[in-house]
């Protein structure tokens, strides 16, 4: 069964850091693409930041650019995103998804159920 689970997020000060992670079972994540997106109510889900499967490339939205960091572990099957810095307007629940690659969440096959991160003081 294919599944993503995520974990690590929680509330955390501004100017703190999160890692939040997305353990991936029932296929191997380095065969895909993988993507963070997050959402906050009534607003559209928006890509925060994927690395390609063809040369991990990476990209980032521009306002995480610079504080947050993309990565896989193979051997674990895992992908992780480093937040540092995180302002109040980081807050929503962020998504974990493999699949094709790019921006639009359309290209995203599998996704995380989500996890929520709050920055507040």
């Known amino acids: 069964q294919v599944q993503l689970v995520e974990s690590g997020g929680g509330l955390v000060q501004p100017g703190g850091s999160l890692i939040i992670s997305c353990a991936a079972s029932?296929?191997?994540?380095?065969?895909?693409?993988i993507g963070w997106f997050r959402q906050v109510p009534g607003k559209e889900r928006e890509a925060v930041s994927c690395m390609s499967s063809r040369d991990s490339s990476t990209w980032y939205t521009d306002s995480v650019r610079g504080r947050f960091t993309i990565s896989r572990v193979n051997a674990e099957n895992t992908v992780y995103l480093h937040m540092n810095s995180l302002k109040p307007e980081d807050t929503a629940v962020y998504y974990c998804?493999?699949?094709?690659?790019?921006?639009?969440?359309?290209?995203?096959?599998?996704w995380g159920q989500g996890t929520q991160v709050t920055v507040s003081s």
């Open positions: 998804a493999l699949g094709d690659g790019g921006t639009s969440s359309a290209r995203y096959q599998s």
């Open positions: 029932g296929f191997t994540t380095g065969d895909y693409s």
